[in-house]
Every structure is written in structure tokens, then in C-alpha cells.
């Protein structure tokens, strides 16, 4: 079984300050793990992925996440937050279930940017 | 544009109705999975279909359907609706193994009255 755990609903940051959406993980494989993010009334667009590569992945509008396997951590981070990166982040792992790969969803943390 | 399109965008509807959702995947992808957003429950996986065959069933309801035809588009089947069926409706797209992410579409808003 597999579950993904994002640590806080809500987060609030001022524009030009970094931003830290934390997300842990639990799989009995070894997992991949995505960020999507879902701006208001729009669908849900791939920021990043993880599959066994490289720990440190780079997506896109500067966003990035570690994967750390010690703490089955998966935290995305930006430098700078701009106004547009307000919107919902959703934490997701990818594993086998029975005979098919499925997406576990975590629970979305709300992004808000303040000017 | 994702190269999933989802039809409708809105659609209204009243309570013991039947609709049905429309999903084209991105040029190529073979599996196709339906997801429901609602603010109580998040994301919720419904059922996925791998080149035309049910592959893995989610949280869905008997009363929901689901199949993908041979032009591998889809048709998720909501019948005997319920004002509690009003969400967001998801359809995502992958390659054969859905490892390296989904794509999805814009989704379908269903209000029941």
C-alpha cells in the first residue's frame, strides 16, 4: 500500500521569499513521485517528477524537490515566490497496486502569495 | 492545451439524471483514468482503462461506468445523480506504464440540482 502525506494545508509567503511545501511518503517499492499544481478552475499541470534518477529534480517556473529515501521525504522548494505560483500543490507517489500502476493524491496544500 | 480533452467543461444537471463524460487522451497514451475532485474528499481514483480493457477500479460508485472504445477515447457513465455527485471530473492520459506521470485534462465541473 502507498499513501503520501503533505504536512500543511495552508502556506503563506511573501513574493521574493522562498517557498517550502513539505510532502512524506510511504510505499513498499521503490516509488515515483510527482508535484502537480492546480491553478483555480484550471486542470492539474506536471511540475516535477522523480523515478529513480537523479535525487535533486528540476521542474519548471524554478521549482524543485529532494527526494530523501532516509526520511521518505519529497519537499518542493522555489527560491522566489512569485504572485503566479499561487494555486494549489498536490503531492502524488506512483507505485504498483495488483496489475496496475496507480497515483496516490496527497491532500493539496494552498499556496497563497502576498505582495 | 495538455492534449487532454475533456468534454463538456460544465455541465447541470438534476438529481436521478444520467450523463456522460467525454475524454480524448494526448496522441499516443494507451491508458486512460478517471479521477473525481470534490472539497470534501480531494482526489479520488475511479477507474483506469489500459487500450480498451478495465485495468484497476477506484473509490466508484455502481452507479458510475466507465469504457474506452477503440479509438481509445473514453466515456465515464454517471447515473441516478445526486447532489452529492457535484465535483470536478478528471481525466488523465500516460504511456503504457503511467511511471513517469499522467497528463491530465482541464477537467468536467458537474453541478446536480
Known amino acids: 500500500a502507498q499513501s503520501v502525506t503533505q504536512l500543511d494545508s495552508h502556506v503563506s509567503v511573501s513574493e521574493g521569499t522562498p517557498v517550502l511545501l513539505r510532502c512524506n511518503y510511504s510505499?513498499?517499492?521503490?516509488?515515483?513521485l510527482f508535484w502537480y499544481v492546480q491553478h483555480p478552475n484550471k486542470g492539474l499541470q506536471l511540475l516535477l517528477k522523480y523515478t529513480s534518477a537523479a535525487t535533486l529534480v528540476k521542474g519548471i517556473n524554478g521549482f524543485e524537490a529532494e527526494f530523501k529515501k532516509s526520511e521518505t521525504s519529497f519537499h518542493l522548494t522555489k527560491p522566489s515566490a512569485h504572485m503566479s505560483d499561487a494555486a494549489e500543490y498536490f503531492c502524488v507517489v506512483s507505485a504498483v497496486s495488483g496489475s496496475a500502476r496507480q497515483l496516490t493524491f496527497g491532500s493539496g496544500t494552498q499556496l497563497t502569495v502576498l505582495p | 492545451d495538455s492534449g487532454v480533452t475533456q468534454t463538456p467543461k460544465h455541465l447541470i444537471t438534476a438529481t436521478g439524471q444520467r450523463v456522460t463524460l467525454r475524454c480524448s487522451p494526448r496522441?499516443?497514451?494507451?491508458?486512460v483514468y478517471w479521477y473525481q475532485q470534490s472539497l470534501d474528499q480531494g482526489l479520488q481514483f475511479l477507474i483506469q482503462y489500459y487500450n480498451g480493457e478495465e485495468r484497476a477500479k477506484g473509490n466508484i460508485l455502481e452507479r458510475f461506468s466507465a469504457q474506452q472504445f477503440p479509438d481509445l477515447h473514453s466515456e465515464l457513465n454517471l447515473s441516478s445523480l445526486e447532489l452529492g455527485d457535484s465535483a470536478l471530473y478528471f481525466c488523465a492520459s500516460s504511456a503504457s506504464s503511467g511511471s513517469y506521470g499522467y497528463t491530465f485534462g482541464s477537467g468536467t465541473r458537474l453541478t446536480v440540482v
Open positions: 496522441s499516443g497514451d494507451l491508458s
Open positions: 510505499s513498499s517499492y521503490s516509488p515515483s
